[in-house]
């Protein structure tokens, strides 16, 4: 099923291929045309994956800065890990841990993450307190 919006407000459900555009300029243009998955075809979708040796995992919800936490002890050197960076277009960047005179000054101001997906949450987060963006 698709759901098709045209120009002159009309919304409607039907199969996708049964609508006929006649283009006329009018009133009948698509404005917005979606897809609508039914929980039938999306119960057939899951059932074939398994049939097919798939494993389906249930969303996990998205990670936000209270459930992030800053590495506050030495990893064993060579660690790499990840710095949120105001100068980088990234917001985070890339070091490797050799206890040189700025990894205890990052792990101090707890700006150090293992993994780059919480360095940069937290980026995002910092920088959007005054109303920056990453």
Request: negative net charge; aromatic residues 10%; proline residues 5%.
């Amino acid at each position: 099923m698709v759901q098709v919006k045209l120009r002159g407000g009309i919304v409607g459900e039907l199969r996708a291929g049964d609508y006929r555009w006649r283009c006329s300029l009018g009133d009948s243009d698509i404005v917005e045309y979606c897809v609508v998955l039914e929980q039938a075809d999306l119960d057939a979708a899951e059932q074939l994956l398994l049939a097919n040796g798939y494993a389906i995992t249930p969303p996990t919800k998205p990670l936000t800065f209270e459930d992030l936490t800053p590495m506050t002890e030495a990893p064993p050197e060579g660690t790499v890990y990840w710095v949120v960076s105001a100068l980088h277009w990234e917001g985070v960047c890339c070091a490797r841990f050799f206890n040189a005179e700025f990894d205890p000054l990052l792990l101090k101001r707890r700006m150090a993450y293992l993994y780059k997906e919480h360095a940069l949450v937290a980026a995002r987060h910092i920088f959007g307190l005054k109303g920056g963006e990453l």
